[in-house]
Nanobody, 119 residues
Framework: QVQLVESGGGLVQPGGSLRLSCAASGILFSIHNLGWYRQAPGKERELVATITSGGSTNTADSVKGRFTISRDNAKNTVYLQMNSLKPEDTAVYYC?????????????WGQGTQVTVSS
């Protein structure tokens, strides 16, 4: 059974920092591409950052320079370090793991963790 469990969300003041973690089980973690997505109320889910199995990263323009994605294959965990948080970063943040083999694609999601940026 595949599980992705996010943690680290909460309430933070503008300008503050949070680190989200996503612990995976039931998959061969090291060969999966990983990502963080977020969904604000009334908006579609959007990509925040991704990291490939090889360690290459991609970050959305809206968070570039403030958010950093990383992974620890020994701990089966992916992280999202969020600095200089803004009210517009408020959303539910979801962890994603993807694997593509030939024409087959496997994708798994966590349950989400709420991040609220407010004074």
């Amino acid at each position: 059974q595949v599980q992705l469990v996010e943690s680290g969300g909460g309430l933070v003041q503008p300008g503050g920092s949070l680190r989200l973690s996503c612990a995976a089980s039931g998959i061969l973690f090291s060969i999966h591409n990983l990502g963080w997505y977020r969904q604000a109320p009334g908006k579609e889910r959007e990509l925040v950052a991704t990291i490939t199995s090889g360690g290459s990263t991609n970050t959305a323009d809206s968070v570039k320079g403030r958010f950093t994605i990383s992974r620890d294959n020994a701990k089966n965990t992916v992280y999202l370090q969020m600095n200089s948080l803004k009210p517009e970063d408020t959303a539910v943040y979801y962890c994603n793991a993807q694997l593509r083999i030939a024409d087959l694609e496997y994708a798994y999601w966590g349950q989400g963790t709420q991040v609220t940026v407010s004074s």
